[in-house]
Each structure stands twice: as structure tokens, then as C-alpha cells.
T-cell receptor, first 109, second 114 residues
Framework: DAKTTQPNSMESNEEEPVHLPCNHSTISGTDYIHWYRQLPSQGPEYVIHGLTSNVNNRMASLAIAEDRKSSTLILHRATLRDAAVYYCILESGNTPLVFGKGTRLSVIA | EPEVTQTPSHQVTQMGQEVILRCVPISNHLYFYWYRQILGQKVEFLVSFYNNEISEKSEIFDDQFSVERPDGSNFTLKIRSTKLEDSAMYFC????????????FGQGTRLTVV
């Protein structure tokens, strides 16, 4: 029932940028794009969210395609601590966040 | 930084017993949620709560589950008669304004039903 498509897993070298893709071709005009991550044995953690424009915060950047049918989460410099499952979630109206399987990011030292 | 706190961190209970999982959401938040995650599986939505009532619930949230905000600070999830398949991590979350704002999750309560 997830409305997004993400690769099952990705790998990155430490201190290099990581681009995590997400496809959401059925997005509607008022849907927010959220990214959360879940570190091992922890609860989900908010990363970033946006509607139409690219967004930056202290954790990451969110690049949203012009047609909004895809987005990319950018970690500018991966650290070992960034190894986690990353979830791309569409938020429609006041419906709750629905988590899919996400992308498991491995970071290699 | 404000955070969502959950207690206990781990609860072991016998099948058929009632359990109450407790959460203290962030103080100015208005929307509250419970999720669960069975070991090795996805995070699943259970229920959302706003303005002292349930706003949405999933198929999982059947009659054995209930939620309450008894005193304006705590937000509880009660499971009336636990089953083995209720064993999971239960996460509480809150958000300030719902749509378009971030949700903050607690560290979870691991419920083990034996």
C-alpha cells in the first residue's frame, strides 16, 4: 500500500555523498514528501520533508523533481552513524505516515 | 531538544493479560500516534489521536486495543488480552500540527508476550 518506490539497499563509502532515490509517480498536488530513517534498534527519526521546492537542513538535502514524481535524499558526507533504513513517505492530507520497506543504507569505512 | 518518551522500555507479559504502554509526547504537540514493528518487519500504523479522539485507525487496531490521554500529558495504549502475535516494538509519535509537519518518535517499548 506504500505509494513510493525505493531500492532495497544501497552502499556508500564513508565521507562520500549519498543520493537515495525515491519514485512517487502518483503524487498529488498537496502531498508532502517525507524522509525518515531508522537506525538499528531505534525508533524512526525525522530527516527532512518538502512539498515542491528543494529543502536543506542540518541533516540532509531533499531534491524534488520538477514534476514531483521523484525525489532524492542527499547525505552530503556519509558517516558510519548514517547506516540505517531510509524511508521515503508521501503524506496525503491528515492521513498518518505509512512506512514501506525503505532503503537499507550501508556505509563502508 | 524535546523528545517523546516511552515507558517501560521492555515489558514481558503472559498471554491473556492486559498491558498498558505509556508515552509522554512533546508538550505543545496536538497529534499523537501509535505504531508497531514486529521483529524484522515494516513499521505499521495503529492509530492516530487528535482533539481527544481517535482520528484514524488501521485494521490492526481492533477491539482489544484502546488509547487514552488521561491527564493532558500522557498518551497510553492498552492491549486488553494480549496474544503471542502482539509481541513487537511499539512506537509512540507526536507532531505539532499534523499535515506537513514532522513527527517525533519515541524509542519504543518492546512487548514480549509469553
Amino acid at each position: 500500500d506504500a505509494k513510493t518506490t525505493q531500492p532495497n539497499s544501497m552502499e556508500s563509502n564513508e565521507e562520500e555523498p549519498v543520493h537515495l532515490p525515491c519514485n512517487h509517480s502518483t503524487i498529488s498536488g498537496t502531498d508532502y514528501i517525507h524522509w525518515y530513517r531508522q537506525l538499528p534498534s531505534q525508533g524512526p527519526e525525522y530527516v527532512i520533508h518538502g512539498l515542491t521546492s528543494n529543502v536543506n537542513n542540518r541533516m540532509a538535502s531533499l531534491a524534488i523533481a520538477e514534476d514531483r514524481k521523484s525525489s532524492t535524499l542527499i547525505l552530503h558526507r556519509a558517516t558510519l552513524r548514517d547506516a540505517a533504513v531510509y524511508y521515503c513517505i508521501l503524506e496525503s492530507g491528515n492521513t498518518p505516515l505509512v512506512f514501506g520497506k525503505g532503503t537499507r543504507l550501508s556505509v563502508i569505512a | 531538544e524535546p523528545e517523546v518518551t516511552q515507558t517501560p522500555s521492555h515489558q514481558v507479559t503472559q498471554m491473556g493479560q492486559e498491558v498498558i504502554l505509556r508515552c509522554v509526547p512533546i508538550s505543545n504537540h496536538l497529534y499523537f500516534y501509535w505504531y508497531r514493528q514486529i521483529l524484522g518487519q515494516k513499521v505499521e500504523f495503529l492509530v492516530s489521536f487528535y482533539n481527544n479522539e481517535i482520528s484514524e485507525k488501521s485494521e490492526i487496531f481492533d477491539d482489544q486495543f484502546s488509547v487514552e490521554r488521561p491527564d493532558g500529558s500522557n498518551f497510553t495504549l492498552k492491549i486488553r488480552s494480549t496474544k503471542l502475535e502482539d509481541s513487537a516494538m511499539y512506537f509512540c509519535a507526536s507532531s505539532e500540527l499534523g499535515h506537513g509537519t514532522e513527527a517525533f518518535f519515541g524509542q519504543g517499548t518492546r512487548l514480549t508476550v509469553v
